[in-house]
């Protein structure tokens, strides 16, 4: 017990250290604001912050990826990464919406069967069903087989898009239930994520369970060493983020009202992205979900930022790119550094 | 696949017939709809033209297969060849292979590397993507006059995925629609990439309509962006008499949009009338006909007036 204390203790110093990432984040954050509100000033004769439909889909356009980012967050402090979330979301995104389709639609998938108008809880429980199968082989061959978590998840990301190519031949299906799009309906993507956030902003700060993934994250063989069920802890990482990854495409379903074979293709680069600007260590043990909501907000403004520009989105990847050099840069600059600290 | 090989059986009966005709037909892949729904095209040509026999053989996306199929059509001495190419760099093989032997052969769909060289008695026959974008914007700019706004309109234009040839075609296509006289009265005031899907294109439109971009017209790349704008207008509370939307492919789901009054235009590549034109191509090398080169099957226009033609066609 006195050992995983003083685990616990040491990681917690660690996170205190690891504070001013998420201040370069949030700095970054204000200071593309600011100037996006200066040239729209400038140039387009109104504010870019102040217009209640643009913080709204500034946010809400990047949900989806957010609750994605938020399950590879703790894979990444774990030590790990998470290559399969945009396929995982493409299967279960296929999967669910074959069984949110309303009658009003003649050619609903499974009309001949009846399974039309079903209640949201069968797309939602089969969606996410789909989404544990996948998480359950991501974390028996993370954590038991020990194949490395880029082998083992690239190997997901391949699979999971074949299933949801199969499954239709390509086709997309559409017409869901009024019930099935409220999940996706107006602000409900941006709800949703946040009361995920929160949830697993609490969990990794506060519970065993987010102690133990820093631990592991920082020091595998130390952490074993005081204690921790190393192989089970990690299991349930990556069914976590799988799930994540189901719920995200659920959110994503309902919000288009269709499922096509190809949906959240590099989503997971995306999610990687986000957490990595957040301050997220790819080499595990450091970052926070409040680090990874910020970089998942400075997607949000740069996309909405130029669309506001009128931008060619050329430059937007570009930028997208650069910024995400600049922020692992960064990261290993304050790394080295706080190494000589030590 | 048995339904071919009995075919394909009784077609080699059929050989010693006089007057049949015999075209061996190699399509890329079956499963793929759109492929499938071609082929449909050349049996449906086949089945009401007397002493005509079709040996159709699924390739299933392998080039190598391809290349076989073609040269057994050539051993057993069909009369022309039809080839969907699995990979259109790689068509040259096949072209040498049926001049050395003075077979006819046509490319359909799927544009062949050499198709400007193609020698004596080969073709291709498709669809010309500049079509597609053309139609689409003409229409659109044919609705904008009747609603009165002939002296002056604003555009949005939704542009597919950057690296794609089609989006690239199509997005020049309405640049080069409002080039002419006709339709110079109207001016693009956004145009930006929603990637082909529908949750970028309800985003995009968002941002737009947040940013106060007035516009009379929305032409997309393609139906799927066209319903996301759709779909954000409607959540944004944007007067449906405003404006006027169009896409291209005439999908399951843009019909029905149009049907319940969302979309105005949409534009349907023929699958089918592909596969019959390929027939009809090769029949027409065989019996010694002049025929051009490449071979157009025009794209059709979808609006609500016509809409009944396309609800079973894809």
């Not at chain 1, 140039?43 to 109104?46: I, V």
């Not at chain 2, 010693?16 to 007057?19: E, I, N, S, V, Y």
């Given at each position: 017990m006195t050992d995983v204390a003083a685990a616990n203790d040491m990681f917690t110093a660690r996170k205190r250290k690891s504070l001013p990432a998420e201040m370069n984040a949030f700095l970054g954050l204000v200071v593309l604001i600011l100037i996006f509100e200066a040239l729209g000033w400038s140039?387009?004769?109104?504010s870019f912050l102040f217009n209640k439909l643009r913080l709204s889909i500034m946010i809400t356009q990047v949900a989806v990826v957010g609750i994605l980012a938020v399950g590879v967050t703790q894979v990444i402090i774990s030590g790990g990464i998470d290559l399969s979330g945009g396929s995982i979301i493409g299967a279960t995104s296929m999967i669910a919406m074959s069984f949110a389709q309303s009658s009003v639609f003649p050619r609903a998938i499974y009309i001949e069967q009846g399974w039309v108008d079903l209640p949201i809880v069968i797309p939602i429980a089969i969606g996410l069903g789909v989404a544990l199968i996948c998480g359950i082989i991501n974390g028996v061959l993370v954590a038991y087989v020990k194949l490395p978590s880029f082998i083992a998840t690239l190997g997901m990301m391949v699979t999971a898009r074949g299933v949801a190519l199969w499954y239709t031949e390509g086709k997309p299906i559409s017409f869901p239930t009024d019930g099935f799009k409220a999940i996706g309906e107006g602000l409900m993507p941006v709800w949703i994520f946040i009361t995920v956030a929160v949830l697993f902003w609490l969990i990794l700060r506060y519970t065993l369970y987010g102690k133990h993934t820093y631990a592991i994250g920082s020091n595998e063989a130390a952490a074993r060493m005081s204690g921790i069920n190393v192989e089970r802890h990690l299991f349930l990482v990556y069914v976590i983020a799988a799930l994540l990854a189901g719920l995200a495409a659920l959110v994503l379903t309902a919000r288009s009202q269709t499922a096509q074979a190809m949906f959240g293709t590099t989503n997971e680069l995306d999610a990687i992205a986000m957490a990595v600007i957040g301050g997220v260590s790819l080499a595990g043990g450091r970052g926070s979900i409040l680090g990874t909501a910020i970089g998942m907000l400075i997607f949000g403004v740069i996309f909405s930022g130029f669309i506001f520009l009128s931008v060619d989105a050329y430059y937007q990847n570009m930028v997208k790119g650069a910024i995400i050099v600049g922020a692992v840069a960064l990261d290993q600059w304050r790394q080295k550094r706080q190494a000589m600290e030590i | 696949m048995k339904k071919l090989v009995i075919g394909a059986l009784a077609a080699m009966l059929m050989t010693?017939?006089?007057?049949a005709e015999k075209i061996g037909v190699s399509i890329a892949l079956l499963e793929h709809n759109f492929l499938a729904v071609m082929a449909k095209g050349m049996t449906d040509y086949a089945a009401k033209t007397p002493g005509l026999e079709l040996q159709l053989e699924d390739a299933q996306n392998d080039v190598a297969k391809q290349l076989d199929q073609v040269n057994n059509f050539i051993a057993s001495g069909v009369d022309a060849i039809i080839v969907n190419a699995v990979d259109t760099s790689a068509t040259q093989a096949m072209t040498d292979a049926a001049a050395k032997a003075g077979v006819p052969l046509v490319y359909v769909n799927r544009q062949p590397i050499n198709v400007d060289t193609l020698p004596d008695g080969q073709a291709f026959v498709a669809s010309n993507e500049v079509d597609s974008g053309t139609l689409e914007t003409k229409e659109i700019c044919r609705l904008l006059k009747e609603k009165g706004k002939g002296s002056g309109a604003n555009i949005v234009v939704m542009v597919g995925e950057l690296s794609n040839q089609a989006a690239v075609q199509r997005t020049q296509d309405v640049h080069d629609v409002i080039a002419t006289p006709d339709c110079s009265f109207m001016k693009i005031v956004e145009e930006q990439t929603a990637n082909w899907n529908r949750a970028q294109g309800q985003d995009l439109m968002t941002n737009w309509i947040a940013k106060g971009v007035k516009f009379d017209a929305v032409v997309a790349n393609n139906d799927e962006m066209a319903i996301g704008a759709i779909q954000a207008l409607k959540a944004a509370g944007v007067a449906r008499d405003s404006y006027v939307i169009g896409g291209v492919d005439a999908t399951q789901d843009a019909l029905i949009a149009m049907q319940a009054g969302d979309l105005d235009v949409t534009i349907f590549q023929d699958a089918h009338g592909q596969g019959a034109g390929s027939i009809d191509t090769a029949l027409k090398i065989k019996k010694g006909e002049k025929v051009e080169k490449k071979v157009y099957i025009p794209f059709q226009l979808v609006t609500p007036a016509n809409i009944g033609d396309f609800l079973n066609k894809n």
């Open positions: 140039l387009m004769g109104q | 010693g017939t006089a007057h």
